[in-house]
Structures are given as structure tokens and as C-alpha cells.
């Protein structure tokens, strides 16, 4: 299980499954070794939806962002 928060405000957004959480990981770039943190921006998840990514962690994508364009985020592995 991950926990995913808003990197600014510290605030949890949603849970995500072992599985969904390397599926994220595997379509946004990780700035350096280590990183906990990642930019989410609205054309990745469509990137990730149109190469058939579960429909379910689309919509959790989508619902992290709020109807923002983009987002900043963190992760903590439970």
C-alpha cells in the first residue's frame, strides 16, 4: 500500500495499491535515486490511459488532481 499526498499542503490525497503505484512510477520520471516526490501532470494520465492502464487507477489519477492541470505529490510506502 501507498499513501500519496499533496506535496505543498502535506495533505493525503488517496491510497494506492502496490500494483497501481508501480504503474505511476513506471510513466513518470524520477528526478533522482530516492525521490518521494513527483510532478503529475493531466497529459500523463492520458498518455497512461491511452496505452490501456487499469481504468481504476485512471480515475484515481484524475480525482488526485482535482480538476487541476497538474500536481505535485509525494508518496510514503506503507
Avoid: N
Wanted: charged content about 40%; overall charge negative.
Amino acid at each position: 500500500m501507498v499513501k500519496i499526498f499533496d506535496l505543498e499542503s502535506d495533505q493525503f490525497i488517496v491510497d494506492l495499491t502496490d500494483e497501481e503505484f508501480a504503474a505511476l512510477e513506471e510513466a513518470l520520471e524520477e528526478e533522482s535515486i530516492g525521490d518521494v516526490d513527483y510532478y503529475l501532470h493531466i497529459s500523463d494520465v492520458e498518455f497512461m490511459e491511452e496505452q490501456g492502464t487499469d481504468t481504476k487507477l485512471i480515475a484515481k489519477l484524475k480525482a488526485m488532481l482535482e480538476g487541476r492541470e497538474d500536481r505535485e505529490i509525494r508518496f510514503q510506502k506503507i
